[in-house]
């Protein structure tokens, strides 16, 4: 099982970028997925979230209205379209997986981690 997190760098405050989370050895729509970052000396933060047969989502307070999650089953890739970034968005972030998602809403408000996590992407919001 191996996620991968793609699509960050460099974008200018107000700017857009759309992060891509893969998936290798099985199949991303048998899970629930989550977004999170973690910026140079601070706490992991979740994002969002989207489940898996109805495509349930949820998102934080931080990132409502300017973050959207989707999933393209065909592709076995979870996005993270990120509108509006402000230099508070810039931190490195990481998707994962789970089966449960009640659990995968529980991780992103905090309490707890994730099944699978794949390796970041850093994403820089700097003029």
């Known amino acids: 099982v191996q996620l991968q997190a793609s699509g960050g760098g460099l974008v200018q405050p107000g700017g857009s970028l759309r992060l891509s989370c893969s998936a290798s050895?099985?199949?991303?729509?048998?899970?629930?997925v989550g977004w999170f970052r973690q910026a140079p000396g601070q706490e992991r933060e979740g994002l969002s979230c989207?489940?898996?047969?109805?495509?349930?989502?949820y998102y934080q307070r931080s990132v409502y209205g300017r973050f959207t999650i989707s999933r393209d089953k065909a592709k076995n890739t979870v996005y993270l379209q990120m509108n509006n970034l402000k230099p508070d968005d810039t931190a490195v972030y990481y998707c994962?997986?789970?089966?449960?998602?009640?659990?995968?809403?529980?991780?992103?408000?905090?309490?707890?981690?994730?099944?699978?996590w794949g390796k970041g992407t850093l994403v820089t919001v700097s003029s």
């Open positions: 994962a997986a789970s089966s449960s998602w009640d659990l995968t809403v529980q991780a992103v408000q905090g309490y707890h981690g994730m099944d699978y």
């Open positions: 050895g099985f199949t991303l729509s048998s899970y629930a």
């Open positions: 989207i489940g898996r047969r109805d495509s349930s989502t």
